[in-house]
């Protein structure tokens, strides 16, 4: 079973320049940073998982265009944190409002903002704890509400800032995007 790879930092940290060099460098792969500034590298996905992440993303898309409140990302979207970490979720929506404070360059890159929402697909090959601890890590810095969809576990874990966390068993409900994506719901069915 391939898993995610953590590389140890280089011998000195990458500025956030050589970091995007980096990534683009070795576009062919999936890269994050985490807040130390070590390099994770995790694997393509698979047709299955690919599908269900493009299925939430298309969703999420169909509900912007309708409320043009924001942008949504993809599992390509890479977002620079509060804590120096660079994260791309499988699926995100970020406000025009928290967009408004960054560049038209800045948005070309990394950039450094928070989305409201965020959501993690998990796949055979994923590690839960590391998923639960992205979670974590995202309402930390800001995000508003998270999902982590554990398709072989079949069930999904809803994160809200300033609640705990909610757990959904099976895959025959619909999620709300609350007050974070007013109107937008999601069927689980998608992720079967």
């Given at each position: 079973m391939q898993q995610e790879e953590v590389l140890d930092?280089?011998?000195?940290?990458?500025t956030e320049e050589e970091f995007f060099r980096y990534c683009r460098?070795?576009?062919?792969?999936?890269?994050?940073?985490?807040?130390?500034?070590?390099?994770?590298?995790?694997?393509?996905?698979?047709?299955?998982?690919?599908?269900?992440?493009?299925?939430?993303t298309t969703e999420l898309t169909f509900w912007n265009r309708?409320?043009?409140?924001?942008?949504?990302?993809?599992?390509s979207t890479g977002y620079t944190l509060s804590n120096g970490a660079v994260r791309s979720p499988d699926a995100s929506w970020i406000s025009h409002e928290r967009l408004a404070s960054t560049t038209q360059d800045d948005r070309e890159r990394f950039v450094h903002a928070v989305p409201e929402f965020v959501a993690e697909i998990r796949s055979k090959s994923d590690r839960p704890k590391t998923i639960r601890e992205k979670m974590l890590e995202y309402l930390e810095c800001g995000v508003l509400l998270g999902w982590y969809i554990d398709v072989p576990g079949r069930?999904?874990?809803?994160?809200?800032?300033?609640?705990?966390?909610?757990?959904?068993?099976?895959?025959?409900?619909?999620?709300?995007?609350?007050k974070v994506l007013p109107g937008f719901e999601f069927d689980l069915k998608w992720m079967v």
């Open positions: 930092s280089p011998a000195r940290y990458m460098e070795n576009d062919g792969l999936r890269i994050e940073r985490d807040k130390n500034g070590n390099i994770e590298i995790m694997p393509p996905t698979g047709l299955h998982t690919g599908s269900r992440n493009s299925q939430l309708v409320h043009e409140k924001g942008e949504v990302g993809d599992s069930f999904t874990e809803i994160y809200r800032v300033g609640g705990g966390v909610e757990i959904v068993e099976g895959f025959d409900k619909v999620l709300s995007g609350e």
